[in-house]
């Protein structure tokens, strides 16, 4: 099998996601969507980032993804910004964050599974009820069709 190939549909969302972020970052400042929902969509992009490039098994995957975001997580735990006197760097706070919050474990383990449920549930149901299964692409847009019967 080969690991290194470029899935346009994968990385179509992880564009779409993106902008999503850069939206919630910039206009929305409330308590729920901006701190839960961007972190639930967060993990989603991750993982579709690495799937637009890597031929990766859904596990394999959403298990990687869901430990660099812990790993994120527990840096702001242990204040590793200041430690390495970053604290004042807009890049690194926006990367790293600058808040440890048990809430976002939370989040992340929500968009992963979320992630796992339609990966499993879509690649085992030509019929999908987001996306048409067809053969070894798992996901393509220019067969998305939207099923509400």
Known sequence: MQRLKFNKSYFALTVLL????????????DR???PYVGDFLVVILIYCFVKS???????????????????????????????????DSGIAKAVLGNSFAWEDLVAY????VFVVIIEKLCLTNPNCF????????????????????
């Open 18 to 29: 993106l902008l999503t972020e850069i939206v919630i970052a910039l206009f929305v400042h």
């Open 32 to 34: 729920f969507v901006r």
């Open 53 to 87: 490039f890597l031929n990766l098994s859904v596990w394999f995957t959403a298990v990687s993804v869901l430990c660099f975001s812990f790993c994120v997580e527990i840096t702001q735990y242990f204040n590793l910004i200041g430690k390495l006197g970053l604290q």
């Open 109 to 112: 383990v929500a968009g992963i």
């Open 130 to 149: 987001w996306y048409r299964h067809t053969g070894d692409q798992p996901f393509r847009l220019d067969t998305f069709k939207l099923h509400f019967s």
